[in-house]
Nanobody, 125 residues
């Protein structure tokens, strides 16, 4: 599976961004997907995830109510809509996937098999 993350950039506090993660090389509908982020000097943290059927989404407490994870099966793409961004949201954002039958823990990086290259999000005035 190849993952291409995009959509990062510089935004002011309170602003919005939409990240995209496009998958290729694998049936989109067999994959559980997650977003993680890593700030400088910190560990990679869970942000949100969606199951292979698209019916279940989960969010870290720090982003709940501000971020929304969705997908477009026709485009093999997942989206992370981020609103009311804060300086503490600044990080490199990574998308990752695993096969739906793999028993990985969805809120841990070790639960995923394939990773995108990351896209930088900077929230600053």
């Amino acid at each position: 599976v190849q993952l291409q993350a995009s959509g990062g950039g510089l935004v002011q506090p309170g602003g919005s961004l939409r990240l995209s993660c496009e998958a290729s090389g694998r049936d989109f509908s067999t994959l559980d997907m997650g977003w993680f982020r890593q700030a400088i000097g910190k560990e990679r943290d869970y942000v949100a995830s969606i199951n292979w059927g698209g019916l279940s989404t989960y969010y870290a407490d720090s982003v709940k109510g501000r971020f929304t994870l969705s997908r477009d099966t026709a485009k093999n793409t997942w989206y992370l809509q981020m609103s009311d961004l804060k300086p503490e949201d600044t990080a490199i954002y990574y998308c990752a996937v695993k096969d739906r039958f793999e028993r990985g823990v969805i809120y841990l990086p070790s639960g995923y098999t394939f990773w995108g290259q990351g896209t930088q999000v900077t929230v600053s005035s």
